[in-house]
C-alpha cells in the first residue's frame, strides 16, 4: 500500500528498514523516534523494536506494485545508510529503484561515507553511476556539518541533494559544485530550537549565486506548518533539472537479493 506524504518535497515515502542511532545535534528531537514509540502502542509489528535500527524483507519490492510515477523518500522513518545497514540490504533496495525507474527515489542519509562506498560498489557491479531518477542526499545542522557535502560530493551518482533542516545554527559560506538541489527548514515538535532568518536567507541566497535549485520547507514550530513556507511573502519551490533520466522499465517482476551489487 502507497503511503502519501505530508512532506513538502516528495510525494509518498517507503521504509524498508525503520529506527536509527542519534549521531549529531540535528537529531535531538528526531520525529521518527518520537513517532515509533506511538507506533508501537498502536501495535504495528514494524515498529515492535521501536528506534532500534531494522530491516524488513517485506517491503524490498513496494514501489514496483505503485504504477503512477511519485517521488519517494527513502526511509523517512530510519537512515538507509545506518552502521548496522548491510551492503547485500542496501543493494536489494536499489534494485529494487533500478527496477521501478519510474519513480524518483529521494535517499537521505547522515552518514556520506557509508554510501560513498556503496556507490563504489555500484559502479564495480553495474558498470555505470547511480542513475538520475535515484537523488541521493545529505544532511547539514548546522556550520560544523559541512563536510558532509564534501563526502556528498564523492558519492558516484548523477544527482545530489543537502536537507538543511533542521537549520539550527548558521551554516556560513558553503561549496555548492557538484550539488543539484538544497533544501531547508526549521525544527518542528515540543522542543524545536528557532529557525532564524538570516540563516535560511543566507542559504538561499548562495544557493542562487550558484544555480542551485532551492526548496523552503517550514519555519517550524511546535507544528511543523504553523509557521508557513514564505519568506519575504516568497515561497520557494526549486527541484533539481534532471535530464537524463533512464528508459522506462517493463518489468514489474521482483528482483532477487542475489541480484543487488
Known amino acids: 500500500m502507497a503511503l502519501g506524504s505530508k512532506i513538502e518535497w ?19 528531537n528526531c520525529y521518527a523516534d518520537r513517532l515509533t514509540k506511538r507506533l508501537k502502542a498502536m501495535g504495528q509489528k514494524k515498529y515492535a523494536k521501536e528506534f532500534q535500527y531494522t530491516e524488513h524483507n517485506s517491503e524490498l519490492t513496494l514501489p514496483l506494485n505503485w504504477k503512477k510515477p511519485k517521488k519517494i523518500f527513502v526511509n523517512s522513518m530510519s537512515d538507509l545508510f545506518h552502521e548496522d545497514a548491510t551492503m547485500e540490504f542496501i543493494g536489494a533496495c536499489f534494485s529494487t529503484m533500478l527496477k521501478a525507474n519510474w519513480h524518483i527515489y529521494q535517499v537521505l542519509t547522515k552518514r556520506p561515507e557509508k554510501m560513498i562506498e556503496f556507490s563504489k560498489l555500484f559502479v564495480s557491479y553495474f558498470g555505470h553511476k547511480i542513475p538520475a531518477n535515484i537523488w541521493m542526499g545529505t544532511s547539514i545542522e548546522n556550520s560544523d556539518y559541512k563536510w558532509r557535502a564534501d563526502k556528498l560530493r564523492k558519492v558516484q551518482c548523477q544527482i545530489r541533494f543537502l536537507s538543511i533542516e533542521p537549520l539550527i545554527g548558521s551554516v556560513g559560506k558553503i561549496n555548492l559544485k557538484g550539488i543539484n538541489w538544497v533544501i531547508i527548514g526549521g525544527e518542528s515538535g515540543y522542543g524545536f530550537r528557532p529557525l532564524k532568518k538570516e540563516w535560511a536567507m543566507d542559504v538561499i541566497d548562495q544557493c542562487n549565486q550558484q544555480n542551485v535549485s532551492v526548496f523552503f520547507k517550514q519555519w517550524g514550530g511546535i507544528r511543523a506548518k504553523a509557521g508557513g513556507r514564505t519568506i519575504d511573502g516568497k515561497t520557494y519551490n526549486g527541484y533539481p533539472k534532471v535530464t537524463n533520466l533512464p528508459p522506462r522499465s517493463k518489468s514489474r517482476i521482483p528482483i532477487a537479493r542475489n541480484k543487488s551489487p
Open 10 to 28: 516528495t510525494e509518498s515515502t517507503w521504509n524498508p528498514t525503520t529506527g536509527c542511532t542519534k549521531i549529531s545535534p540535528g537529531c535531538a
